[in-house]
């Protein structure tokens, strides 16, 4: 029985990278083996255990043959006489198909130090097909290792795939996962890139792919195409150290813009509302979870007003609070701020322009806050006031905050 340490940890530690999880094969062992050493074992598919002092998932080697389309179709073969090459021979890409003993000596039978030297994402085997969830997790590698390309070969199988109709079998959930981390990597829009290459990303997220391609004013957009945008914006995410929420709200912000009568373009009037119906089809079809989906539906309907909101009113900004709930989610109204950050920057050029409104913003909504409520309502009652009028007095509390605020602002 031989243990080997596999996949992205092996890769990270030949770039000099620190990784975060390690994966074991173990040759030569059957689950009898593996339970009278001490593991437990937690898979169900196949066989994987997990070490009694590091808790760490060891799997037996094995072979795995497609049965049926998609992700699931699939039958393995775990046995003591499965090879250690037999089982890289199954992975996704070369630079994750590479071993390492414990004598820190790496095998290596697919050229994945060599596509590491050259910079290059590549496919071990014409089973890379089999596996239509191998496409997302070869553009989300390409989003972490950005200056990597894609293997020709590569793209075509991938194409191939798409056109074959495995890309359609995806499970929302594994689409979601894939696409979060992607979203999640140094370089977003390479992932994007990747996919409309090969065709995956017009069958995964049309709404997205309808993007490209549509003109925007160059006054404010000097990028011009939408798509490109989107692309800059998801980048700046990255750069700014977003986390996913505000990232899949970026995604899809301007999904409207798709749908502008083309006598408009390239203006874009009333694409806010024309987006949200967008983003709530795709939320749905990738089950997208409901404080992504709830800040994204926020992010398409605020964002133009968060834009000009230097040139409101104390009124106006109220109302804006008010329509975000800023007051009782003031966590989410400070992530809006953050997509809207994104997208102002999120442009050819302008990548270092300052953005005063998220601050000043959030400057108003700590000084709304810190109205004593309770004490505006009592003296609300005391003047015989109820309900609505408690609301309005309220409100003009807040008016009044605002007005101190703008007022100490300008004397500075």
């Known amino acids: 029985m031989k243990q080997y340490l596999v996949g992205g940890a092996v890769r990270d ?36 255990f997990l070490h009694p002092q590091t808790h760490e998932e060891y799997a037996l080697a094995r072979t ?3 049965t049926a389309p998609g992700y699931h179709g699939f039958d393995f073969q775990a046995s003591p006489e499965v090879t250690l090459e037999q089982d890289l021979a199954r992975r996704d890409l070369t630079i994750n198909a590479m071993a ?20 290059v994402l590549r496919h071990v085997s014409p089973a890379f097909a089999e596996d239509p969830v191998r496409i997302l997790r070869l553009a989300r590698f390409a989003a972490r290792f950005a200056d ?7 793209l075509a199988l991938m194409r191939q795939m798409v056109a074959q109709g495995e890309v359609d079998a995806l499970v929302a959930e594994r689409v979601w996962q894939e696409f979060a981390k992607g979203l999640m990597e140094d370089q977003p829009s390479r992932m994007l890139e990747v996919l409309r290459e090969c065709g995956a990303l017009a069958r995964i997220a049309p709404e997205v792919e309808a993007l490209f391609g549509v003109p925007q004013p160059a006054a404010h957009h000097p990028e011009i195409d939408t798509g490109a945008h989107l692309a800059l914006v998801l980048d700046q995410c990255a750069h700014l150290g977003a986390p996913l929420a505000v990232r ?17 373009l390239p203006r874009h009037i009333g694409h806010e509302a024309r987006g949200v119906p967008l983003l709530k089809r795709l939320s749905e079809r990738w089950r997208v979870p409901s404080d992504c989906r709830e800040l994204a539906e926020l992010v ?13 009113g104390a009124e106006a900004r109220l109302r804006l609070l008010e329509r975000c709930d800023a007051w009782r989610r003031p966590e989410r109204f400070e992530h809006m701020l953050w997509a809207c950050e994104c997208d102002a920057r999120g442009r050819l050029g302008l990548a270092q322009k300052p ?10 909504l700590q000084a709304t806050l810190g109205i004593d409520l309770a004490a505006v309502s009592a ?34």
């Open 64 to 66: 795995e043959r497609k």
């Open 13 to 48: 530690r030949l770039l000099g990278l620190a990784g975060k999880d390690r994966d074991w094969v173990v040759v030569g062992a059957d689950p009898q083996a593996m339970l009278k050493a001490g593991y437990t074992q937690v898979g169900r598919d196949f066989p994987v």
């Open 148 to 154: 990597f390309s894609v293997a020709p070969e590569t």
């Open 100 to 119: 390492q003993d414990e004598c820190g000596a790496v095998t290596d039978p697919y050229g994945g130090q060599q596509d590491l030297t050259n910079k």
């Open 248 to 264: 899949f709200a970026c995604l899809c912000h301007d999904l409207g813009k798709a749908l502008t009568p083309a006598e408009l």
């Open 355 to 364: 953005y005063p409104q998220r601050e000043h913003l959030l400057k108003d």
């Open 300 to 312: 398409a309907r605020e964002h133009t007003h968060v834009h000009q909101s230097e040139a409101f």
């Open 379 to 412: 003296a609300a009652l005391a003047e015989g006031k109820t309900g609505p009028a408690i609301g309005r007095a309220v409100q003009a509390a807040r008016l009044n905050a605002l007005l101190a605020l703008q007022a100490r602002l300008q004397a500075v």
